[in-house]
């Protein structure tokens, strides 16, 4: 029913930036949070960043004033900048949502985009 298709992942110098993108698609009637979530090498998924329809924004306090999340229509971005050998780690995106004729949310995940940071 929902699709999520992640792109902008790669490998970076420390200090470079990074922008990715993950566009939702398919019978999408609201959706209430977009987000992205990444897990490091041996380390348990964490929330990266947030953004709710009405477009209040949440960071984890490691990427607060490097990332951006931002949203238009059924995109979620995410610019990462100033980038550390530490935000190496796969990079899910993951939206909330009701589809056409729902009546309750359901959460959907992307696939993972890796991010590489060298030093």
């Known amino acids: 029913q929902v699709q999520l298709v992640e792109s902008g992942g790669g490998l970076v110098q420390a200090g470079g930036s990074l922008r990715l993108s993950c566009a939702a698609s398919?019978?999408?009637?609201?959706?209430?949070?977009m987000a992205w979530h990444r897990q490091a090498p041996g380390k348990q998924r964490e929330l990266v960043a947030a953004?709710?329809?009405?477009?209040t924004t949440n960071y984890a306090d490691s990427v607060k004033g490097r990332f951006t999340i931002s949203r238009a229509k059924n995109t979620v971005y995410m610019e990462m900048s100033s980038l550390d050998t530490e935000d190496t780690a796969v990079y899910y995106c993951a939206v909330t949502l009701k589809v056409t004729f729902g009546s309750r949310l359901t959460e959907y995940w992307g696939q993972g985009t890796q991010v590489t940071v060298s030093s």
């Open positions: 953004i709710a329809s009405g477009g």
């Open positions: 398919g019978t999408i009637s609201s959706i209430n949070v």
